[in-house]
Structure formats: structure tokens, C-alpha cells
């Protein structure tokens, strides 16, 4: 998706050099060629190789819609327009029109109708890539948009992260000063912070903090200077009670009466105002009472955006388990999944996000890690990267300290136990301490975290069937539960965020480990019982009683009258009699066909078909292939239909 509906040369047209004027500000121009704000407002020239030192010390200024550089005068007096003639030698001024348009990336609709764009500000992460913009027009009204590409942009910030204002700076500093919006951010630069601080606010402004800004001021002195009015007040509340527990301290600054903001406060004030005023913090008690939300503020609340890093199963910043019993496939699944990511292709056919993933292999030995990714086709140019030792007691510092270096977007942890080194599993609070910390990473990093884990002894179902306390199950986002009995292997899923997952068929492509899915348990075990009716039926002189059937199939009632059931319904068993007492159904072979919902691909249906026979003994040497059983009766006794 383009901002701009038209190409550049039909925005020219459309619009007049009064609207391009009003839609587009001069500092996007000067963004637009590469040019940045320092900390005091001060922008890079656009001319640096006629300064000695290269301009490091931002020698732009803008005053309303004109820049000027005031260091060895490049320019002076410069609007949007002569800005791209001085830098590009652009002429004619239809030319200098049609190039801002094409720099600003705007439609007539999407410059007039909000008026003109007063402020631009960015939000990066920690390395100070940019995330997202926000916009700020006059009359006063904002809007966000995300960079997609060299030079495009979606006016949404759908899937993005959102962080706090300046995060770079905040991250550095020992004392953050918390206001309401961008532009009393920049008021606060501008103006000059004393050493050791930082200023920062949340996007959207007041009432929209949300606790995963929190993480981001662990260990900092907070103080919190609200706007003077009720919703600016409940936002320095909200704001407090996040942070309790994570900030060294939480402090409060009341504005003076006659200010609603801290930029109006702050006309005319100078960095001594400043530190004056913030040497008045009062320190803002961490108990705040229950912080309740009226059942009318909770329905206007917008719903939580599910981003899925596999499809339907695996959300972004999630974590999650993968349980088995012993040689259930654990680990092979875990390793297909990890495949899949790193190449972004579908896992089991559901689509995933690619990117790193981190592979954390503490019990297996390294040649067999190495010779399973071989035989499953890696070749090295994957962006997995396997850690195959046992874990260090500082594991999970030194895993943080990976996740934000390489920024993985799944890490795999298998098996859990061998990770967070619990002693009793049982223990509800030792889990629940030991999970917290992964969980944690999960959410800062946006990484999601899947742990490889055992199902307990019997055959309990659910969460119920995982291994240790009910505090591993209460934790997760997602529990995939992989079961292995001696006909085929099953993947069922318990989700926090989306469907469960309905129990399927997993089957293995040959020997290279690669794990396919397949029908749905219910289906697949109809598919061999429906193969093992015909067989038998082959094998009788005479049409049988459906209890003959029973006797001499293995499984369970419900799905031998069902397989029965539809085996008459897709014309492959004749049915004769009334049902009743004294003239009961009988049933006899129309002919060996599997009808066409039970043809599945034969790398799991072979499987499933020997496996189930051999319970019961092989028939299918005794097959019929005719239909002379149902010449002995007539179309008027019998439910006679041809063959598919």
C-alpha cells in the first residue's frame, strides 16, 4: 500500500503549490535527504562538504516553513521548494512541485484533508531504527504511519512494535522524565535536561500506556509530570502503577496552575527553569489502591492484535510448550519448525514469519543434531544457530544478552528442564519462578519461546497430561501436545490466542525427518477401520450381522459404525434387511474399493492400514474382487448400487 493514490506527476496536477505547501512540512523535506534533529531541534545541512568538520554539530534551524543554516550560510530563507532546487538543481518550479510531493509521499486527499503537518516524530528502537512515525498536523489532529521499503509507508501501525519516545536516550539515562506527548518531549531537549536524564512519553498519548512500556524503565528514577487536567491525571496514575516494582522510584511533578501542559509551562522558560523544576518532584507512594476501569472505559477498549509468528498456533512474544513422552518426536518436530522459520516456508501448512531462530539443544549429542538438519535437507544457508551443550548456570543472562544482540524471532529451548534447572517439578512456586523470567523475554524481545517438554505417565488428556505442576500449563500461551501410540503419531494443541488445534496425523517422509500432516485422528482411524470391514467381508460366504462385524474388528463401537455407515452410504457394502427383530441388517461386500474420502496420501495411510490389520491378522490376501455375493439376492430385497 502507497500513501499516494496517483503517481507524482498526477499529484502535481491535482494539487496547487498553496495545498503542497500546507500538506507538507519543511522538516520532511530535510528528513527526506537525510537530515536529523539533534537533541536541541538543530538539523544536519544538507550541504556538509562545505563545513569542515562535516556539520557535526547540526547547524539548520526551522522557523515555521523555512530553514536556514546558519554556520557558513549554504542557505538562507529556504522553503520546501527551494530546498529541492538547491539541492537537486531542479529549475522550473512545476518540476520543484512535483518532486516535494514525490519526497513527501502524499495524495491531495492525503495532504489537504487533515491540514498542514506541523511535526514529524520518530520512534526507533534500541539501535534507533525507525518503527514508526507520528504526524502532527494543524489544526491539531495526529496520525501514524510505518515504513515499508526505500520510501514508502502504511498509515498504520498494524504489527509494529510500539516504544516509548526517544527509547535510545531512555535507555541510557538514570532519570526519565515522563510527559504526555511528543511535543512536550522536544520542549524538554529543546530547553536543555540536566546530566543523567532523559524525557520520553508513550504513542497515541493520554490513558494509552501500556505495562510492556514498563520494561524499558527497569532500575531508572521516574519522575511523572501529568497534564492539569482529570485525563492527564489518570494517565500519570495508570503510568505509576505500572511501574511499580520495576522502577528504583516513582516521583510526581504538579504543574503550576496556570499551565495545563509542559509546554505551555515552558514559554519563555530556560534550562534553569527546568532544573528548578524538577528539583520539586514529590515522591509518589507505590500503593495507589486497586486501579479500577469502569465497565464503559473496558467496552471502548480495542481489541488485542494477535500477531502470529506460525499461523493460528504461535503468537509474537509468546511462549509456549511442545510436550511428548520419550521417543515421541519432540525434538524432530521442534527441528522442522525450526527449519521452517528460518526459511519462512509453511509449518505442518501453516504459514510462518521468517527470521533467526535460536536453537538451544542441552541434552542431544552434536553429531546427531548435525547429521538430523542434514538429512532434512539444511544446507548452512538457514539463519538457525544451534547452542548443543549443557546450560550454563547463567544461561538465561547470557541468552537476554543473545536475544538482544541478534534479535531471534523464535528461540526453541529443549528440554526445559535441562533450561531453568527446577528441582521439583511439582513445586508450583519454584515453576512458576522458574518460568517467569522466559516469559519475560519472550515479551521484551518479541521473540517467542518454545520449550520442549515431557507429558506425564498414563493417559490423562489436555493440560492435564503435562508433566509437574499445573503452573507449566497456566503459563503458556500455547501447549502442543505430540502423542505416539503404535499406529501413527498426533498433534493437538490447547491456545490462548486462537483455536485449539483439533487432534491430526503427523507422518514422517521417509528418513530424512521431515514431519508432513496428515487427516484428522478421527478421520484417519475411520479410513483403516473402513479397509478392515471390507477385508473381512471379503473373507464371509455369506452376507453377516453387523454384531458379527463388531466381533471381529478391533476398535472402538463408535467408529466401526461409523466407517460401516458411510461404506453403505458410498455404495462399497450392500445392506439387506428390515433392522427389525426377526429380519435384522445384513451386510455383505460390494467389491474392494476405498471410496474417495479415504483415499489419503499412502505415506501415512500404508502405515495406518498395516498397522491396525496386523492387530487382527492380514486379510487382504483374501480379498473378492466381484460383486457374486450380491447376485444371490434381488434389487427388491437389497440396496443394490453400482460401483464408483
Not at 495526529?142 to 509494529?160: A, E, I, K, M, Y
Request: net charge neutral.
Amino acid at each position: 500500500m502507497k500513501p499516494c493514490s496517483t503517481s507524482p506527476t498526477d499529484c502535481s496536477n491535482l494539487m496547487t503549490s498553496a495545498e503542497v505547501k500546507t500538506a507538507v512540512a519543511v522538516q520532511m523535506i530535510l528528513r527526506a535527504y537525510g537530515s536529523a534533529p539533534d537533541e536541541k531541534g538543530k538539523w544536519n545541512c544538507l550541504f556538509p562538504e562545505r563545513h569542515k568538520n562535516g556539520d557535526l554539530h547540526h547547524s539548520v534551524t526551522v522557523k515555521g516553513d523555512i530553514a536556514t543554516c546558519w554556520s557558513q550560510k549554504c542557505f538562507e530563507q529556504a522553503d520546501i521548494f527551494r530546498l529541492v532546487a538547491l539541492k537537486e538543481g531542479i529549475q522550473t518550479f512545476a518540476d520543484q512541485k512535483k518532486r516535494v510531493i514525490e519526497l513527501a509521499g502524499l495524495s491531495k486527499r492525503n495532504g489537504t484533508r487533515l491540514g498542514k503537518i506541523v511535526a514529524t516524530y520518530d520512534y526507533t528502537d534500541e539501535r534507533g531504527t525507525l518503527l514508526f512515525q507520528v504526524l502532527r498536523y494543524h489544526p491539531k489532529t495526529f496520525r501514524q504511519r510505518r515504513p515499508v521499503g526505500q520510501s514508502d509507508w502504511l498509515w498504520n501501525v498494524n504489527d509494529t512494535r510500539l516504544v516509548l519516545y526517544r527509547l535510545p536516550l531512555v535507555l541510557k539515562a538514570d532519570y526519565v522524565l515522563i510527559v504526555e506527548g511528543e511535543k512536550d518531549v522536544e520542549r524538554a531537549y529543546e530547553l536543555g535536561l540536566p546530566a543523567g536524564w532523559a524525557a520520553t512519553c508513550n504513542p497515541m498519548g493520554a490513558e494509552k500506556w501500556n505495562d510492556g512500556y514498563s520494561e524499558a524503565l527497569s532500575g531508572k528514577r521516574v519522575v511523572i509530570l501529568p497534564d492539569a487536567d482529570e485525563p492527564g491525571r489518570k494517565h500519570g496514575a495508570k503510568i505509576a502503577h505500572s511501574l511499580t516494582g520495576i522502577a528504583t522510584s516513582v516521583e510526581w511533578i504538579s504543574l503550576p496552575t496556570n499551565a495545563k501542559d509542559f509546554s505551555e509551562w515552558a514559554v519563555e522558560k530556560t534550562e534553569r527553569d527546568v532544573a528548578g523544576l524538577l528539583s520539586k518532584i514529590v515522591p509518589q507512594p507505590q500503593t495507589f489502591g486497586l486501579q479500577f476501569t469502569s465497565l464503559a472505559e473496558l467496552l471502548t477498549e480495542p481489541d488485542e492484535l494477535t500477531t502470529w509468528l506460525v499461523e493460528q498456533r504461535l503468537v509474537v512474544g509468546g511462549l509456549s510448550l511442545l510436550c511428548g513422552k520419550p521417543k515421541a518426536g519432540k525434538s524432530t518436530l521442534a527441528r522442522n519448525l525450526a527449519l521452517s522459520v528460518s526459511r519462512g516456508t509453511p509449518w505442518l501448512g501453516m504459514e510462518t514469519v521468517q527470521g533467526l531462530v535460536f536453537y538451544l539443544a542441552l541434552e542431544e549429542k552434536r553429531s546427531q543434531i548435525r547429521k538430523h538438519f542434514q538429512l532434512m535437507g539444511a544446507t548452512g544457508a538457514e539463519a538457525v544457530h544451534i547452542f548443543c551443550a549443557p546450560s550454563p548456570a547463567n544461561g538465561l543472562t547470557q541468552l537476554r544478552a543473545a536475544t538482544e544482540r541478534d534479535k531471534p524471532v523464535l528461540i526453541i529451548v529443549d528440554p526445559l528442564f535441562r533450561f531453568t534447572r527446577v528441582r521439583d517439578c511439582n513445586d508450583y512456586a519454584s515453576v512458576t519462578s522458574a518460568l517467569e523470567p522466559l516469559l519475560v523475554l519472550a515479551r521484551e524481545s518479541n521473540a517467542h519461546v518454545l520449550a520442549v517438554h515431557h507429558l506425564g505417565k498414563g493417559n490423562r488428556d489436555g493440560g492435564d497430561a503435562i508433566l509437574g505442576s499445573t503452573a507449566i500449563f497456566a503459563a503458556v500461551d500455547a501447549a502442543l501436545i505430540l502423542k505416539r501410540t503404535e499406529k501413527y503419531r498426533t498433534l493437538s494443541s490447547i491456545q490462548r490466542y486462537g483455536e485449539d488445534l483439533e487432534e491430526v496425523t503427523l507422518s514422517m517422509e521417509g528418513e530424512n525427518g521431515l514431519i508432513s500432516i496428515g487427516p484428522l485422528r478421527k478421520d484417519a482411524e475411520e479410513v483403516a477401520i473402513a479397509t478392515l470391514i471390507l477385508d473381512f467381508l471379503a473373507t464371509q460366504g455369506k452376507p453377516v450381522e453387523e454384531s458379527v462385524i463388531h466381533d471381529n474388528i478391533w476398535s472402538r463401537k463408535a467408529i466401526k459404525v461409523k466407517a460401516l455407515r458411510r461404506l453403505v452410504e458410498d455404495r462399497k457394502v450392500l445392506r439387506q434387511g428390515a433392522g427389525k427383530k426377526g429380519n435384522p441388517f445384513i451386510y455383505s461386500n460390494a467389491g474392494f474399493l476405498v471410496p474417495s474420502i479415504y483415499r489419503e496420501p499412502e505415506t501415512w495411510k500404508g502405515e495406518l492400514i498395516e498397522s491396525l490389520s496386523n492387530s487382527k491378522g492380514n486379510a487382504s490376501s483374501h480379498l473378492l474382487a466381484g460383486s457374486g455375493t450380491a447376485s444371490k439376492y434381488s434389487e427388491s430385497e437389497a440396496e443394490v448400487i453400482d460401483l464408483c
